[in-house]
């Protein structure tokens, strides 16, 4: 159990690191000074949270809970979680949509006012620059949130682009929603906890849709998503909002929903099958490699248009050479970087995340294998610290999904 809480310690320290050297590296070690401050700081000392650094920001890794014990209490109860280190942003304009199609995978056009996507910014190679949920407000009005460790690079791609967009004669702006903060409310106690506090009929909201909407009183942007497996919510609420919103959640439900960090966020993304930016994916890993083919529209894959189509469309028609898959294994949980050998002790691929579950209790990661030794079912050994163990591929996710549909 030990291991456990210290891999999942562990995942969070490695994901600081590899998240994006090039742009949050020389912050990961800055002093309690340098690092920026949600507006919930104060609330996550007080509540005993850890501050740990964290893509330039002061982030609460765990409170007085164990790892372990968050982790089960998000999909028995459930989490809030402050995530307003990321960065949401607002397009629009009428050509915003044409405009965000040349930068990102998904169907922009194809999606209905008011929901949303996984999607992924790539490069002119194909790989990924970073992943994003993407909504549709309307025709004109995009709202995205993309990871804070890509916040800079993402940033800069956007506005290099939009320059020349624009040059050209193109009606797209933007506004970066610095004046927000973000909450995430996830397990099955989201929905009924968060009716509390508004009057529309979350009932009829479904996963992947989006409303502006009062919550406690403020305006608020609410989509049905999450980074956890679980049903839940991420809540954009005006700053000057937060503090009271985040304590009226708490209080509605009756302590069953408790403050939850870094640590426990990693290790449900995880059970999850979902990826981590920085581990799972980089700029050399396309999204077919990253079995991520399902976000490529029907018609994005029939007209291409986008950065590296030519690359991806050719790995969807031809099959890609290495693929993501699951693990279940042997010993020590397996570390981002463990060598991946076939039976005959052959190098076939790299651990990139990996840890004790807290829900299944026993090792679990995920990694990338030459295509050909991706089946489920399939042995293989991962090497830890120079011996090797037992492994086998397995389906993601590890933990069921509970997501709300219709």
């Not at 991520?292 to 529209?297: C, E």
Request: a positive charge; hydrophobic letters at 35%; glycine letters at 12%.
């Amino acid at each position: 159990m030990r291991g456990g809480l210290w891999q999942l310690g562990q995942s969070i320290t490695r994901r600081l690191a590899q998240a994006d050297k090039k742009t949050i590296g020389r912050r990961c070690f800055a002093s309690d000074a340098d690092l920026k401050k949600t507006v919930l700081y104060d609330f996550h000392v007080v509540n005993g949270g850890k501050m740990v650094p964290f893509a330039g920001w002061s982030m609460p890794i765990q409170y007085k809970d164990s790892i372990m014990d968050s982790t089960v209490n998000c999909r028995e109860n459930g989490s809030l979680f402050d995530v307003s280190h990321m960065c949401g942003l607002s397009l629009k304009g009428k050509d915003t949509i044409p405009f965000l199609e040349k930068l990102v995978i998904a169907d922009v056009a194809g999606l209905a006012p008011g929901t949303g996507s996984l999607t992924v910014f790539t490069n002119e190679k194909g790989g990924a620059i970073d992943d994003s949920v993407v909504t549709k407000v309307t025709n004109d009005h995009i709202y995205l949130v993309v990871n804070a460790g890509c916040r800079d690079k993402d940033l800069a791609h956007i506005e290099e682009h939009m320059k020349s967009f624009k040059s050209k004669g193109g009606d797209v702006s933007w506004h970066i929603h610095d004046e927000r903060s973000l909450l995430a409310l996830q397990g099955p106690l989201a929905a009924p906890v968060l009716q509390y506090l508004t009057k529309d009929d979350l009932s009829k909201m479904y996963f992947g849709e989006f409303r502006v909407l009062d919550i406690n009183g403020a305006p608020c942007f609410l989509t049905r998503t999450g980074y956890t497996g679980e049903d839940g919510f991420e809540i954009s609420v005006p700053s000057e909002n937060a503090l009271d919103l985040a304590k009226a959640l708490l209080e509605k439900s009756e302590g069953k929903i408790r403050l939850t960090g870094l640590g426990a966020r990693d290790s449900l993304r995880l059970e999850a099958g979902l990826c981590l930016y920085g581990n799972d994916m980089e700029q050399h890993i396309t999204p077919v490699e990253a079995g991520l083919t399902w976000a490529i529209g029907k018609r994005r894959r029939a007209e291409g248009g986008f950065l590296g189509a030519e690359v991806i469309l050719k790995q969807i028609e031809e099959g890609p050479k290495i693929r993501r898959v699951g693990f279940f294994s042997s010993g020590p949980p397996p570390r981002s970087h463990s060598e991946i050998q076939d039976s005959n002790g052959q190098n076939i691929g790299e651990i990139t995340s990996g840890g004790f579950s807290p829900c299944l209790k026993k090792n679990i990661a995920m990694g990338y294998v030459k295509t050909g030794n991706h089946k489920a079912g399939t042995n293989v050994k991962i090497v830890i610290r120079g011996k090797s163990y037992d492994g086998v591929v397995t389906k993601m996710p590890f933990v069921p999904t509970k997501y709300y549909k219709p």
